[in-house]
């Protein structure tokens, strides 16, 4: 839930609405959980779990084959998952046939974390590459966000990890684009 | 201020900034955020003075109230399904005494099967208890109406239950605008009781009333919570008047002048229904939709007057009595007695089960066309049902139902020594 | 709070009519200036052993503390005796919520005050044994762990008497209750079974635990002026016999409740954050049939078919209960059964 709740106030910083909330399964340690976040320039009135994402960030990859993840996703979704392989090594890619390849990537947010804030988790390093990957909110912003919830020193190692995050996502859409063109 | 902020954290704000007297709860998914943040505030001296309890079971945490309120403080506690059935009889007890003690009840199903999400079975279990029922939209309302909620429960010595969605309200983090102590100070004076227990001034309260009195007690409270019809109105107007927004009053209405399909709803489904509503008028049906904020007292006047445009009335509801129907398209249907509305009853939302746009469209197309069931269960899986009603009928050791369903449904395992596989 | 006029008669003990003894040596009901936390005019049984214990219990009170008491009262004889709609007998501030809620309600009174700076007003909640033992134990056990500011008199009369005189974990074993017949193998309420109450509140480590019984008024008196000397969560446990549900006459109300304690049934002691700092001698040691047999619920173990088999069993209760409080200890009497 943490994830999606920085999201939220960093676009509350921007001057945005957000909405974000745990999804409606048991929130135990070790279950698969699901948090949503809704990011719009009005109000936003509806109660519903996220039906249709425009985006989806995947923290634990090993879910992937256990839940039914990309239900809803659109064509031009994004897709940003945490490991340390590619995307098209992780044995879905028939699913991905049709989708728009530029905007589905992966990155691997728990090395940075490990790397910048010796901890294995990823939260702040994915949300560093979202803001990169979709331009939906700044670095700027996220990092604020972080620095909010996690005082002092956790709070710059993490706001540190989601740079490390965005400069990485940065530079594989480069690549992408580089590749494309040729 | 401006905050981005957990729904229960809003809330414990809000609520320290009513200067409680005595806090006393014990926890309960999906309160407990509230009432560890206000906890942590006493504990820290920044809400002071307070009094904070941590009592051993819901009965002993509606029993600290009334002893504090009849005592003349300022006393809030939260609760939610299970829980508030365990203290029903304290429930009862405090609006008989006409103690204003306010309480946030995070609306949570009740068991069995137990279930910790969101409907509105909890609120309806003690809809005849005596207390003021107010329903909240979104955080923001649901923090404003609990400053309104100590002002009525106080003008008129009737206890006060703030009703928010748990887990989509209470966890949900979104925009909230905290009110100053200032602000709150005005629109909540002190409370001055009406029945105080003073040494100075000793009375005995909660003496046995027999037949040759009770009628007029429980009448006296009926005619409080008739009062209650008048002020509630009046708060939420000065709370507009100095907050420059509106929060609480006894219903709203939404694109209903010239609808011909009215949804009526409590509680933070609205939202959800007033999106699903625009979607529809976008394709030329003409709908609307009625919330209900005040449920009890409930505003059968007000209801009529904002129904009165449309022929055909959906109520939707997150409640339901068993083995009849809808609870409050029951109450509606009371108040619309004499007019001219075909009334339709959907139960939806049962247990946490998400209430969709999608559902709701094709709902209101249904209704639209005039092919909506007297009765609906929104989203019910008949097909799951119809597999459980035939394993019952094979065999008397069918098993527990919820067991079956979820073993249907593959969220629990098969066992290997099923006797009808 | 007016003055009532009470009259007097002359005896020759320690009781309230008696102008031979000296001021110190009176109880708070010889004053003639006395003003009752309740008042004369309620409904209780003639030799209610409840209404006595009450009244002598909370005027100690009052007078502790200058006046400045709130009652808690739990649903039961003394609430249902004490508030006849229209009239209520109390001179107190006095609330009555339900039955198993009062020490959680006392709770909140106490914390009112000591929220408002009104630590001077004294909160004491009051129940039967039903309310205590029973279907109050929940919350009294919360309110003695959390120490909260409350004295809890119990008056226990070993029964559900004002619903018609049932079983209730106080009820002795043998006693016969609506719900515990005299029928079967074992008549009456079964042995094995009961709360000490005492003990439970002992073993939560609180303050003060004291018991006392309506047989000596000027005990259950200065255990309670002891109790107000204190603050935090205090027990008194005060043995209150029922005509009614006993099975005895109206004028035995106090001969019984000192029988209960010369047999060792009922040991009278007081105790500190759980440890028994004083146990009040018998005097004059007496067997348990002396007292059982003057009880009507005890009258299947006398008469045409005896059970001294039964009488055997209570008086090795009463025998652990010498040992357990040393009720003997200062005797030189021969133990005789």
């Known amino acids: 839930m943490t994830a999606a709740e920085i999201l939220a106030v960093a676009a509350f910083a921007e001057g945005r609405h957000a909405q974000a909330f745990p999804s409606f399964g048991s929130e135990r340690t070790g279950a698969p959980v699901v948090s949503y976040c809704r990011i719009d320039d009005a109000p936003i009135r509806t109660r519903e779990p996220v039906m249709a994402p425009d985006a989806l960030i995947v923290q634990d990859v090993t879910l992937v084959h256990q839940v039914d993840l990309f239900a809803g996703l659109s064509h031009d979704g994004y897709v940003l998952i945490n490991t340390s392989r590619r995307f098209t090594e992780l044995g879905f890619e028939d699913h991905f046939v049709d989708f728009d390849q530029e905007r589905l990537l992966t990155c691997p947010a728990t090395e940075i974390a490990l790397e910048h804030v010796g901890r294995p988790m990823p939260n702040a390093a994915l949300l560093g590459g979202f803001a990169a990957f979709t331009g939906q909110i700044t670095l700027d912003a996220i990092q604020q966000a972080i620095r909010d919830r996690f005082s002092g020193v956790v709070g710059e190692r993490n706001a540190a990890a989601a740079k490390a995050a965005f400069e990485f996502v940065t530079n594989a859409k480069e690549e992408f684009l580089h590749a494309s063109t040729n | 201020m401006l905050r981005q902020i957990e729904g229960s954290r809003a809330i414990a704000e809000t609520v320290a900034l009513c200067r409680p007297e005595v806090v006393c709860a014990y926890p309960i998914s999906p309160q407990t955020h509230i009432i560890e943040a206000i906890g942590a505030m006493v504990k820290a001296g920044t809400l002071a003075p307070c009094e904070f309890i941590n009592v051993e079971s819901e009965f002993a945490a509606m029993s600290v109230a009334i002893g504090a309120s009849a005592a003349g403080a300022r006393a809030y506690t939260a609760t939610a399904s299970q829980g508030l059935l365990y203290m029903i009889e304290a429930v009862y007890n405090a609006a008989g005494l006409g103690l204003p003690i306010v309480m946030t009840l995070a609306n949570r199903a009740i068991g069995a099967p137990i279930n910790i999400w969101n409907d509105h079975s909890d609120a309806m279990a003690v809809r005849d208890a005596g207390w003021i029922q107010l329903f909240a939209e979104t955080n923001q309302e649901a923090a404003d109406l609990h400053v309104q909620a100590f002002r009525l429960a106080e003008e008129l010595s009737v206890p006060v239950m703030v009703c928010m969605d748990g887990f989509i309200l209470t966890h949900a983090v979104e925009r909230v605008d905290i009110l100053d102590q200032a602000t709150v100070d005005l629109l909540l004076p002190p409370y001055e009781p009406r029945q105080v227990l003073d040494p100075a001034d000793p009375v005995s309260i909660g003496a046995m009333v027999g037949p040759e009195a009770f009628e007029e007690v429980r009448y006296l409270a009926h005619l409080r919570q008739l009062d209650a019809l008048e002020r509630i109105p009046v708060i939420a107007k000065q709370f507009a008047e100095v907050t420059g927004r509106a929060s609480g009053g006894l219903v709203s209405s939404y694109r209903t002048e010239d609808a011909q399909t009215i949804i009526v709803a409590l509680g933070s489904v609205l939202g959800t229904i007033k999106d699903a509503v625009d979607m529809r008028r976008d394709l030329g049906e003409r709908v609307g939709v009625v919330g209900i904020t005040s449920f009890r007292p409930f505003p059968g006047d007000a209801v009529r007057e904002a129904l009165r445009p449309a022929t055909q009335i959906v109520v939707l509801e997150k409640a339901f009595s068993v083995g009849f129907g809808g609870v409050l398209s029951t109450d509606v249907a009371m108040s619309l007695q004499g007019e001219q509305h075909v009334l339709r009853n959907v139960v939806a939302g049962l247990g946490g089960r998400a209430i969709t746009r999608r559902s709701l469209e094709e709902l209101i197309a249904t209704a639209v066309r005039g092919e909506l069931p007297v009765l609906t269960f929104l989203d019910l899986d008949h097909e799951a049902v119809d597999r459980e009603r035939t394993r019952m009928a094979g065999t008397r050791r069918s098993g527990p139902s919820a067991e079956n369903l979820l073993r249907d449904r593959g969220t629990v395992g098969v066992s290997t020594s099923r006797s009808d596989s | ?337």
């Open chain 3, 1 to 337: 709070m007016t003055n009532q006029p009470v009259h007097f008669y002359q005896v020759g003990s320690f009781a309230v009519g008696n102008r031979l003894l000296r001021d110190d040596q009176r109880t708070v009901q010889s004053n003639t200036d006395r003003a009752n936390s309740i008042d004369s005019g309620h409904r209780a049984c003639q030799g209610c052993g409840e209404a006595l214990g009450a009244r002598y219990a909370l005027d100690a009170a009052m007078r502790s503390c200058d006046g400045q008491i709130v009652a808690v009262n739990a649903t039961g004889c003394l609430e249902v005796f004490s508030t006849p709609y229209p009239e209520t007998s109390w001179r107190i501030p006095w609330l009555h919520s339900l039955f198993g809620n009062a020490p959680a309600v006392a709770t909140g009174v106490a914390a009112a005050m000591r929220v408002k700076g009104r630590e001077d007003v004294r909160v004491v909640a009051q129940a039967g044994d039903g309310g205590t033992v029973d279907i109050g134990f929940g919350c009294l056990s919360g309110m003695f762990e959390r120490n909260d500011d409350v004295l809890f008199i119990c008056y226990d009369n070993e029964g559900y008497m004002n619903t018609g005189v049932q079983r209730s974990a106080a009820t002795p074993p043998a006693a016969r209750t609506a719900t515990t017949d005299v029928v079967g193998p074992e008549p009456g309420n079964v042995f094995g079974q009961g709360k000490d109450l005492p003990r439970l509140a002992m073993a939560h480590d609180i303050p003060y635990v004291a018991t006392a019984t309506v047989a000596d008024l000027h005990d259950l008196e200065h255990k309670v002026e002891r109790a107000m000397e204190l603050r935090g969560a205090r027990y008194l446990h005060v043995l209150v016999p029922c005509p009614l549900g006993w099975g005895s006459a109206s004028n035995e109300t106090i001969h019984l409740a000192r029988l209960a304690k010369e047999t060792g049934l009922f040991p009278v002691f007081e105790a500190e954050h759980g440890v028994v700092t004083n146990a009040t001698q018998i005097r004059r040691r007496v067997p348990v049939q002396d007292y059982l047999s003057l009880q009507r619920r005890y009258a299947h173990l006398f008469g045409a078919h005896p059970r001294p088999d039964v009488v055997a069993r209570i008086q090795s209760i009463a025998d652990a209960n010498i040992a357990r409080y040393g009720l003997l200890d200062d005797s030189d009497q021969e133990v005789s059964v």
